[in-house]
């Protein structure tokens, strides 16, 4: 069994270039960040349960929640297992043990509804997670690096994060 950590939602951005929506989980216990590009559904979703709105109707995750209520089951923790390129891939646990296949960017909205914890294994850390630096830089974990990894593309990637963090403002998502 792959070893597990414990995630927080860092927050929700804007990624302006592509104007698509980026969550962002912190390690609990570590330093490690991971941006999930979502779509603006599911990131209006996780907002939404952050900050406590409560819509008119009930949104897809909401509903999902209420019929697994309904049905006497509750969810016990998301499970961040696997990335693919850009692509993550979750579970859903529930109360008695079922495992439910899912996108993480609706896991994630979901976990977030309920307090339960968010769990990323180390594949995805070691792959997707990056580190904060002293003067708020966004770097590759160079010390889990593998032996003969360039890192070219992720390199490539982690400019393109920085100067979305630069560029990013929490309110161009609520606009």
Request: hydrophobic share 40%; with cysteine.
């Amino acid at each position: 069994m792959q070893r597990e950590h414990l995630m927080d939602i860092a927050g929700v951005r804007l990624d302006v270039p592509s104007s698509q929506p980026v969550v962002v989980l912190r390690e609990a216990q570590g330093r490690r960040h991971v941006p999930i590009w979502v779509g603006t559904n599911e990131a209006t979703s996780i907002v939404f349960a952050i900050q406590g709105v409560e819509p008119p109707r009930p949104l897809t995750h909401d509903l999902l929640l209420d019929v697994a209520r309904t049905l006497g089951r509750s969810l016990e923790k998301v499970r961040i297992h696997t990335v693919e390129g850009t692509v993550f891939h979750a579970a859903l646990v529930f109360d008695d043990g079922s495992v439910v296949d899912s996108r993480a960017s609706d896991a994630i909205a979901l976990a977030a509804r309920v307090d339960c914890p968010i769990l990323c294994s180390d594949a995805v850390l070691e792959q997707a997670g990056l580190v904060m630096t002293g003067d708020g830089e966004l770097r590759e974990d160079t010390d889990d690096a593998s032996p003969g990894d360039t890192g070219e593309g992720t390199e490539q990637e982690m400019r393109q994060f920085r100067d979305f963090l630069d560029t990013v403002d929490p309110e161009d998502f609520l606009k």
